[in-house]
């Protein structure tokens, strides 16, 4: 029962309810919870991705947004001009996010800590500012909408995304692979080289990492996690906008990471459901929520530095030391 | 060729409000090492108050004096209340500054509305340019940009503060054992980086519109000149933001201004690319 513990059990609960969810949901809650829940779970995604890097490689970024919009434009443009199916267009999103990601990657993982955070926002403007004026391909402010494609659709045998049961699994089946594949390079050796050259870079290369190779890798890998969520959102929202590229989506990205807990492997769900939830919850019934949000963020960095998972970890030692004196 | 000039100087004059803003920016990073989300809202809550003084009182000038000091008194507040707080930790205070940007974004919206509003010139006059009308307030606004910015580099290289400020600096220990009141310095650059981009804000208040997402816009720009200037290198915080405005101003003449401003933003690239600390090396890192 050894591989129980720890980041393989926090994901195993994790995998369970998610499944779960419109199950337990309908129990006590309207459907539209089980829609917010798979929301929640793509923006993760792109918190994830903040979390790779900065998390384990010690780098930040502040353009992720990037690879999420270039997945998001991948399948739009893949369904509405190319007339592209489900699949194709998904994989379409997936292959430019993650060349995307290797150009800049190659370029941006040179550079260190401010310069390379600069870099990260340089490359997503340009490309924020590009499809902002390209209108006639992007459809600029506007957004690009689509029809969603079928799923499957052999004989007469169809599943659609407009059926919300299909639409929530497939988006949880892609969260949840995309959580195992960082699970799986966590505990490989590769992920134990990442956090070596984020304690020191310096030491790791001279015991012989090509550490400009490792963060490539690394940078590839949060560009593929961040376009996912991208494609994923624009068949959840069936459509793709230039303004989710903007360097303010990525710093909401790395705001929900630290809260939840940087370096932590279920961090950024935790930190993204907090948020998202506080914002769907109160901008029901006040229009300027945004005042308490901005409020519980200051809070929680000052009371919480290691963010809500590490507020969790510090809760448990305590239980657990009192648990020995006694 | 006359559009030209006068939109290359249209960037110059930009330019040097830039570097207003960014001089703040740069010695709130370099000294407290804060990276500071925050600061394009220091500049947005500089203009909403120049547009409530001038609502109120009408008078400008009056503006021009006093917000600059609201904005020294609110920084000094801020610094005490959340970035002492996370001990200059610099990936917390990325998200402390973003609450505290969400923060004011929200307040200005709840109190000054979303809607953005154009402020009258102080200053009437136009002068022929080339053929074109131009305003005479911007070439004021380029002038007392001048100034402050001048009174600025006075104020760190003459007065006992401005020392202290390049002492805690360069070694905040060190410092802190000659005595210096590192605490007090860190509230006190705080404070003059927001007074700064509050003074910024009333003077490009009458030359763009005020609007509560201002800052959003701006803040990657002050970002920019302060890296390519060189970190801690404010000299070359100045020169970098006035060395993008402007070439942003010419391209401008031949394209659209997002062109313009994509083109400024591959210039960067390319300059981060080949000179990785900024174009004015000997940066004092």
Known sequence: MKFLRGNNLAFLIFFVFSILVPIIFPLFLNDYWIKLYSEILIWSLLAASVNILFGYLGLLSFGQALYFGFGMYGVAIGVAKFGLGLWSSFLLGILVSVSMATVAGSVAVRLTWHYFAIITVVFSLIFYFV???????????????FLPPDIINIF???????????????????????????????????????????????????????????????????G???????????????????????????GEAVVWSIIGGVGSFLGPVIGTGLLIMVREELSNFWDHYLLLVGVVVVLLVIFA????????NRLLKKIFNKNNNA | MDTLIVLALNGLIWG??????????????????VINIAHGDFFMLGSVFAWFIIKFTGNFWLA?????????????????????????????????????????????????????????????????????EYEFYRLFAAFFAILIISIFFLFLHKTKIGIWMRAVRFNPEIATAMGIPTKKIYSFT??????????????????TTV????????????????????????????????ILSTFEGVVATFGDPTVARISSLVLMCIILILRPHGIFSGAKS
């Not at chain 2, 609007?211 to 970098?240: H, K, R, W």
């Open chain 1, 131 to 145: 499809a902002l004026s390209w209108k006639p391909i992007t459809g600029g402010d506007d957004g690009l909408p």
């Open chain 1, 156 to 222: 007469d045998f169809k599943i659609s995304l407009t059926n919300p049961t299909a639409q929530y699994y497939f988006i949880i089946f892609f969260v949840l692979l995309c959580y195992f594949l960082i699970l799986k390079l966590l505990n490989s050796p590769l992920g134990k080289t990442f956090i070596a050259i984020k304690e020191n870079n310096l030491k790791s290369e001279l015991i012989g990492i090509n550490t400009y190779k490792i963060k490539l890798i690394g940078f590839i890998f949060a």
């Open chain 1, 224 to 250: 593929f996690v961040a376009g996912v969520a991208g494609c994923l959102f624009a068949f959840y929202g069936r459509y793709a906008s230039a303004s989710y590229m903007f360097y303010h989506v990525s």
């Open chain 1, 305 to 312: 530095p290691q963010g809500l998972a590490g507020l969790y």
């Open chain 2, 16 to 33: 040097l409000i830039i570097a207003l803003i960014a001089l703040g920016l740069s010695i709130i990073f370099g000294l407290l090492d």
């Open chain 2, 64 to 132: 021009i004096f006093i917000v600059p000091i609201i904005g020294f008194g609110l920084g000094a507040l801020c610094e005490i209340l959340i970035i002492r707080p996370i001990k200059n930790a610099a990936a917390l205070s990325i998200v402390a500054t973003f609450g505290l940007s969400i923060f004011l974004q929200e307040s200005v919206r709840a109190t000054y509305g979303a809607a953005p509003k154009r402020l009258m010139t102080p200053i009437n006059d136009t002068f022929l340019l080339f053929g074109t």
């Open chain 2, 190 to 207: 705080f404070a003059l980086g927001f007074a700064l981009a509050a003074q910024g804000g009333v003077i490009a208040a009458p030359i």
């Open chain 2, 211 to 242: 609007d509560f997402q201002s800052g959003i816009d701006i803040l990657p720009f002050c970002f920019m000149a302060v890296i390519i200037g060189g970190l801690g290198n404010l000299e070359g915080t100045v020169a970098a933001a006035l």
